[in-house]
């Protein structure tokens, strides 16, 4: 009898998912030139002390950004070098940041397989945790939310799930699945950790059915090694990937509105976060790389490369035989949920999961028109909200009428634009309408 896959109840939407172009190539170290920009903010909250001047000599793994606050996150250089200045950034969300400007230079540390701590598994959960946040680890998937606070779990709550997503359910997009096939003993190790951490009940680990390979390694060095895991194969379906969606197609629970997953019994991390939790508490290495999906249909030799934070966009690019003729828009993550960037420059961050090369063919380009009330953005909601009704509203100036409609609980998934045949900016009013309604 065939399994039934896993979803969650409403809305979402099925698009290409593209990944046939890179998904088949093996992670391979990137190149990178003569400078990098690292930037201070690169995770949510708020952005770390920058604890370097001009004309300061560092080295590589050097920390030169301190953690401000409890959400915020350390901040190492990838990179020996000499740095250059100290400015503002703007990032690929829009926002600013003060950043590091590094001329590398200087000899680079040599880098081993070996393990350094073989004996965690005899620390506190509090040890544990100190040594994530030291390394600077944040979530992966995109978020970027520190590490060390969303394992956390709450005096008074359980962690009844701790959820390992390898959904990867945006277009394009495979770094997880290469890591998942690549990494597949690290990735497990560090799902032990993070099962000690928040002596979750139960884990499960799940995987979109488009990545049968992926699966199959998982459950495979789970029976051999016999963790109590279930390796768990969702329906290709976006956005499956996201932590509310995911929740409730494993656990049939609802996150309710406002709240987190440890309000519904749940911790959920990326397979990516995972191998870095690996490295930090293992190898004891700070978060400096991270594996991004190069692809599109202007990039010849689409790629799964390892990165170090700090590399400009434009350098991944180039070394992927990109024909910047063809481009008509690079996306910094993925289709749905990414950023367009105006300036190719923009350095790789923690939460950098791919670089698309999109042509015109890959974007859509229709002309927008007025609202045909034809209740598609309402239908392909995965959260259930009055995407129409909102986008109104805010175009109004009428920021907390939208906010009792439900903006708040929209996660800026994309869906409702992708339906939209007006060709409405959904997307965009709705980040405009939760920043101004912050501002009143």
């Known amino acids: ?12 939407v099925h698009p290409d998912d593209k990944k046939r172009l890179a998904a088949d ?42 953690a401000n606050g409890l959400i915020s996150a350390h901040v190492y ?89 390898g959904a990867e359910c945006e277009p394009y997009l495979c770094a997880d699945y290469r890591v998942m096939l690549e990494y597949t003993d690290e990735v497990l190790e560090g799902i032990d950790i993070l099962a000690q951490i928040t002596e979750a009940d139960k884990v499960i680990i799940a995987v979109e059915a488009n990545k049968p390979e992926a699966a199959g390694k998982l459950r495979g060095a789970v029976a051999h090694s016999k963790r109590p895991y279930a390796v768990e194969m969702l329906k290709v379906r976006y956005p499956q990937g996201d932590e509310k969606q995911l929740i409730r197609a494993l656990t049939g629970r609802e996150v309710p509105s406002g709240a987190l997953p440890i309000d519904a019994g749940c911790v959920v991390c990326n397979v990516a976060t995972a191998k870095s939790v690996f490295d930090a508490v293992v190898l004891k290495r700070p978060l400096t790389e991270r594996i991004v999906t190069v692809s599109g249909g202007a990039v010849a030799d689409p790629a799964n490369l390892k990165t170090r934070i700090g590399v400009p966009v ?22 749905m949920m990414g950023f367009a960037l105006a300036d190719w420059d923009t350095p790789v961050t923690k939460s950098t999961g791919g670089v698309l090369a999109l042509t015109a063919g890959e974007v859509c380009d229709k002309p927008q028109t007025a609202c045909l009330h034809c ?16 986008y109104k509203l805010i175009q109004a100036g009428e920021y907390e009428k939208a906010a009792a409609a439900g903006l708040p609980d929209c996660k800026e998934c994309g869906c409702c634009a992708y339906a939209c ?20």
């Open 1 to 12: 009898m065939k399994q039934r896959l896993k979803t969650f109840g409403r809305g979402g």
């Open 314 to 335: 434009r350098d991944l690019l180039t070394e992927c035989r990109t024909d910047f003729s063809k481009v008509k828009k690079i996306v910094v993550g993925g289709p």
């Open 375 to 390: 209740g598609s953005c309402v239908s392909v909601c995965p959260m259930g909200l009055p995407p129409a009704m909102m």
């Open 421 to 440: 045949p007006a060709g409405i900016y959904l997307v965009q009013a709705f980040k405009k309408g939760k920043r101004m309604g912050r501002k009143k």
């Open 77 to 165: 250089c990838p990179f020996p070098g000499v740095v250059e200045k100290v400015g503002p950034l703007t990032l690929p969300n829009g926002s600013s940041s003060q950043a590091v400007y590094l001329r590398i230079e200087g000899t680079f540390e040599s880098v081993e397989d070996g393990r350094i701590n073989d004996r965690w598994v005899g620390l506190s959960r509090e040890e544990l945790t100190g040594q994530i946040r030291e390394a600077g680890l944040v979530g992966l998937g995109g978020a970027a939310f520190p590490v060390h606070v969303k394992i956390a779990v709450p005096k008074g709550k359980k962690a009844e799930y701790l959820i390992i997503n």
């Open 25 to 66: 190539r093996p992670i391979r170290n990137s190149y990178f030139g003569q400078r990098a920009v690292i930037p201070m903010g690169q995770h949510l909250g708020a952005p770390a002390e920058c604890l370097v001047r001009p004309g300061d000599t560092v080295a590589e793994g050097e920390l030169i950004g301190r």
